[in-house]
């Protein structure tokens, strides 16, 4: 049973980078047809998808925030990792990893079927 | 960008009644990209419900999803204190995109 599993600092200074990682076990981000995604909630937002890397490689990234979040893999140890560049106050969330599994034949993820326990983010000024 | 809101904001109901959840959306939405989760505090969010009905593994048939076009139902049957929790709706648009309803708190009393 794959399991997914949040961890990074807590706290990041405005205008400074967030980094997180998502330990992926029971399974490979390679091992496909899975998408991984992040997905946050701050108080004023609920929920809000942030991004995902596919398992062939390839990246999405909401609108709002694609100028300033990288979704990158490492599959030799079955992690995921977000970047998120220049934080403000509206990237105060709990930062949730997600797995989403391809439906065919289209090839995209509609839901997400596996999710973590998410880890809290507060930015400081 | 398709806007989901959910009714009502909080649900305050007694074990063994019917919950009855709404989202509601600002375009049409085929029901295969509506899904349903459950949220209860401290824990990691539950696939309930994909493709607008379809229930997802271990989820008990108290659990049903219906709906159409831009009105989608989460029913829940013979409630029990464990279904205390908050139920978003989520669905899939073009670019692609993923947008969540606001979450409907549910009180088990």
């Known amino acids: 049973q794959v399991q997914l599993q949040e961890s990074g600092p807590g706290l990041v200074k405005r205008s400074e980078t967030l980094s997180l990682t998502c330990a992926v076990s029971?399974?490979?981000?390679?091992?496909?047809?899975?998408?991984w995604s992040w997905v946050r909630r701050s108080p004023g937002q609920g929920l809000e998808w942030v991004g995902y890397?596919?398992?062939?490689?390839?990246?999405n990234y909401n609108p709002s925030l694609r100028s300033r979040v990288t979704i990158s893999v490492d599959t030799s140890k079955s992690r995921f990792f977000l970047k998120v560049n220049s934080v403000n106050t509206a990237d105060a969330a709990v930062y949730y990893c997600?797995?989403?599994?391809?439906?065919?034949?289209?090839?995209?993820?509609?839901?997400?079927?596996?999710w973590g326990k998410g880890t809290t983010v507060t930015v400081s000024s | 960008e398709v806007v989901l809101t959910q009714s009502p904001d909080t649900l305050s109901l007694s074990p063994g009644e019917r919950a009855t959840l709404s989202c509601r959306t600002t375009q049409s939405v085929s029901s295969t990209y509506l899904a349903w989760y459950q949220h209860r505090p401290g824990q990691a969010p539950r696939l309930l419900i994909y493709g607008g009905s379809t229930r997802a593994t271990g989820i008990p048939d108290r659990f049903s999803g219906s709906g159409s076009e831009t009105d989608f139902t989460l029913t829940i049957n013979r409630l029990e204190p464990e279904d205390s929790a908050v139920y978003y709706c989520?669905?899939?648009?073009?670019?692609?995109?993923?947008?969540f309803g606001q979450g409907t708190r549910l009180e088990i009393k």
């Open positions: 029971g399974g490979s981000v390679n091992s496909g047809p899975y998408y």
């Open positions: 989520q669905q899939y648009g073009d670019s692609p995109m993923y947008t």
């Open positions: 890397i596919s398992y062939t490689g390839s990246t």
């Open positions: 997600t797995r989403g599994p391809i439906v065919q034949p289209t090839l995209k993820f509609y839901y997400m079927d596996v």
